[in-house]
């Protein structure tokens, strides 16, 4: 299996709610060139079909960048576009059947808190594990948080890429990078990449918060 097809770095998870005035497909092609190097698209409470539309919308402008897009959740809509893959949680449909559904070339992330589920991920065929909530956060009421020596115990367990989503934004991450730097052990690195929604999608510059998020962002 590759685990190399995606940079992970600075990736986007979208929320309509942190919107300021922009549509989300001028936020998305902002953050896109402000450095966002991968788009997941999440929407929760939407009509199929004006999903899989929005989904084609935002999957134009990706595909223009040679940013991936994947679908978070809707496994049909991600088929019906032709997305880069899925993102599913511990809820959905279980990894191993996606990876049946969708075939070997998609890239699909699993959200895992404890290593014994970024241990099945694996097992199941993901390409990578969303690691979190890092941080109390706005955009999902019942994240619990993840503690480092969790997120270190995870990055022990497992060889896929990681990327830490909750809560992180231009505060926390240097926050967060410290804290793992001083928990690093035989590992090197523990995280792949980050994943922000309202530190990109909730400000008023768009492109300039990727921007400055991107350089902040120390991976090896």
Do not use: W
Not at 11 to 17: A, F, I, M, S, W
Not at 28 to 41: K, P, R, S
Request: proline share 2%.
């Amino acid at each position: 299996m590759m685990h190399n097809r995606a940079d992970y770095r600075l990736y986007l998870v979208t929320d309509r709610n942190c919107l300021q005035q922009q549509t989300l497909e001028q936020a998305v092609e902002q953050a896109i060139l402000g450095g966002v190097t991968l788009v997941q698209l999440r929407e929760k409470a939407i009509a199929s079909k004006e999903f899989y539309e929005r989904a084609l919308r935002i999957k134009a402008i990706c595909h223009h960048y040679n940013v991936p897009l994947l679908i978070n959740d809707r496994v049909d809509i991600a088929l019906a576009v032709v997305a880069d893959g899925v993102h599913i949680g511990q809820s959905d449909l279980p990894c191993g059947v996606v990876r049946q559904i969708l075939g070997k070339d998609k890239i699909i992330g699993v959200s895992a808190r404890t290593a014994q589920q970024a241990i099945q991920a694996q097992a199941d065929g993901a390409d990578y594990l969303g690691v979190g909530a890092m941080f109390a956060t706005s955009t999902k009421q019942d994240a619990q948080t993840v503690t480092i020596a969790s997120l270190t115990q995870i990055r022990q367990a497992v060889t896929l890429p990681i990327v830490a989503i909750g809560g992180i934004n231009h505060t926390t991450l240097p926050a967060l990078q410290q804290a793992l730097q001083a928990a690093e052990t035989s590992t090197d690195g523990v995280i792949d990449g980050v994943a922000v929604v309202s530190a990109i999608l909730g400000q008023k510059d768009v492109k300039l918060a990727s921007e400055q998020l991107k350089k902040m962002i120390k991976i090896k």
